[in-house]
């Protein structure tokens, strides 16, 4: 009998290291796809986060200027400036601005993407740029997985008044 209690021990330490295995083998895709999922939302959130601020940053600069007829040479100085910090700019295809005041509305960059005409009053500038995901250094790492992001494009809106 003492003979048998160690053979049983040794016997399942082997299936417990199989069942380890098998749950590494079944764990190890979901914690991956998860890792994979908070980096690509991350690097998303800071990329959206700067057009978002290159465009309020634009319709403030040119909501400033004297001459109404510099503010949209000044909008689009100041946004490719602010997006230079990721390699882009208004002249880098897929990304398009637009910048409306009253009696006005001139559009920069791609002219494949539409930019519709927006309502401002009085001294007010309206600010749009639209980025697609295709022309911006951000990882797609869930692609292999079905969730490509290269077909999404970021549309924001600043409107300023002086």
């Known amino acids: 009998m003492r003979a048998l209690i160690p053979k049983m021990v040794s016997i399942r330490k082997r299936l417990r290291s199989g069942v380890q295995t098998l749950e590494l083998v079944i764990a190890f895709p979901l914690l991956l796809i998860a ?3 908070i980096v690509q939302f991350a690097t998303l959130s800071a990329f959206q986060a700067t057009v978002e601020a290159a465009v309020a940053e634009a319709a403030r600069e040119a909501a400033k200027t004297i001459d109404p007829l510099d ?4 909008a689009l100085v100041t946004f490719n400036r602010a ?8 002249s880098t295809p897929e990304i398009a601005l637009a910048i409306d005041l009253v009696g006005s509305h001139t ?3 791609d002219s494949a993407i539409t930019l519709a005409p927006g309502s401002v ?3 007010e500038v309206r600010v749009t740029a639209a980025v697609s995901l ?6 797609n790492l869930l692609k292999t997985f079905g969730l490509d992001f290269d077909q999404r494009t970021i549309e924001t809106t600043h409107v300023s008044g002086a």
């Open 134 to 139: 295709r022309a911006a250094p951000t990882l």
């Open 35 to 37: 890792s994979l999922a």
């Open 71 to 74: 503010a949209p040479q000044t």
């Open 107 to 109: 559009v920069y960059g």
């Open 83 to 90: 997006m230079q910090l990721h390699g882009i700019t208004t």
């Open 121 to 123: 009053i009085g001294n």
